[in-house]
C-alpha cells in the first residue's frame, strides 16, 4: 500500500519505524496522534472504505465518529435514495453542504465523508480550513467489486456501474488529491492494516507546528 507525501512534509510509508508500528500493534496510540481538537475527515469514492475504516480510527483514537451519509437519512428521516428521487442530486447536495458546515465545527471528531462532497468549491474550502483531511485512494475496480451489491448508492444503480465509477473516479480524484494532507492506498487491504499504517502519519502531521496553526482556531 502506497502512501503519497504531499507539499506540506508529511512523511512517506518507508519513513515508518519498527517502534511506531510496535506501539500500534500492541494498543498503545503513538503520543500526538490524537490531538484534542484538529478534526479528522476521510474523504473518497464510494467503496474506498471511509465508514468503516473511520469507525475502527476512532476507536482506536477515543474520538467520536460521524458518517455525513448517515447523518443526512437522520435529519431527513428517510434514505439517501429517497432524497435522490425527491430532490434529484442538486437537491441532495444543498442538503450535504448544510450538514457539512455544521459537522466539521465539532472538534476531534472523526468524519467520513460522501464520495460526492469534494464536488463542490463550498465544500473544499470547509474540509481544507478546518481539519486534517485523509485521502483513502482505490482503484476502479477495487470500489466496483466493494459496492456492486449495495443498493443504497444511487449514482451506481444502471447497467454499468464500473464505468459509473471510473467516469465518477476521473472527475473527482483530482479534488480529493487537491485537499488531502495524507493520501491512503487501501487496495484490498484488511481495515485494521489500513488504520495502522495512517496512525503513526497523524503522529507525523500532528508535530507539524506550522500546519496545525493555520487549521486550528
Do not use: W
Request: hydrophobic content about 35%; charged content about 30%.
Amino acid at each position: 500500500m502506497a502512501v503519497e507525501r504531499r507539499e506540506n512534509g508529511i512523511m512517506p510509508s518507508s519513513n515508518l519505524n519498527d517502534s511506531n508500528m510496535a506501539d500500534i500493534a500492541d494498543g498503545t496510540e503513538p503520543a500526538g496522534a490524537n490531538h484534542p481538537q484538529l478534526p479528522i475527515f476521510l474523504v473518497g469514492m464510494p467503496g474506498a472504505g471511509k465508514t468503516t475504516i473511520g469507525k475502527a480510527l476512532a476507536r482506536h483514537l477515543q474520538r467520536p465518529f460521524l458518517d455525513l451519509d448517515h447523518e443526512l437519512e437522520r435529519r431527513c428521516g428517510v434514505r439517501i435514495p429517497t432524497i435522490f428521487d425527491l430532490e434529484g442530486e442538486a437537491g441532495f447536495r444543498r442538503r450535504e453542504t448544510c450538514a457539512l458546515e455544521e459537522c466539521t465545527r465539532q472538534p476531534g471528531i472523526v468524519l467520513a465523508t460522501g464520495g460526492g462532497a469534494v464536488l463542490a468549491a463550498e465544500n473544499r474550502r470547509l474540509l481544507r480550513e478546518r481539519g486534517m483531511v485523509v485521502y483513502l485512494k482505490a482503484r476502479a475496480i477495487d470500489l466496483y467489486h466493494r459496492t456492486r451489491h449495495d443498493r443504497n448508492r444511487p449514482l451506481l444503480q444502471n447497467p454499468d456501474p464500473l464505468g459509473t465509477l471510473s467516469r465518477l473516479l476521473e472527475q473527482r480524484e483530482p479534488f480529493y488529491e487537491e485537499i488531502a494532507d495524507l493520501t491512503i492506498e487501501t487496495g484490498r487491504h484488511p481495515v485494521q492494516h489500513v488504520v495502522r499504517r495512517v496512525l503513526p502519519l497523524l503522529q507525523t502531521y500532528s508535530r507539524e507546528h506550522d500546519l496545525l496553526c493555520k487549521k486550528l482556531p
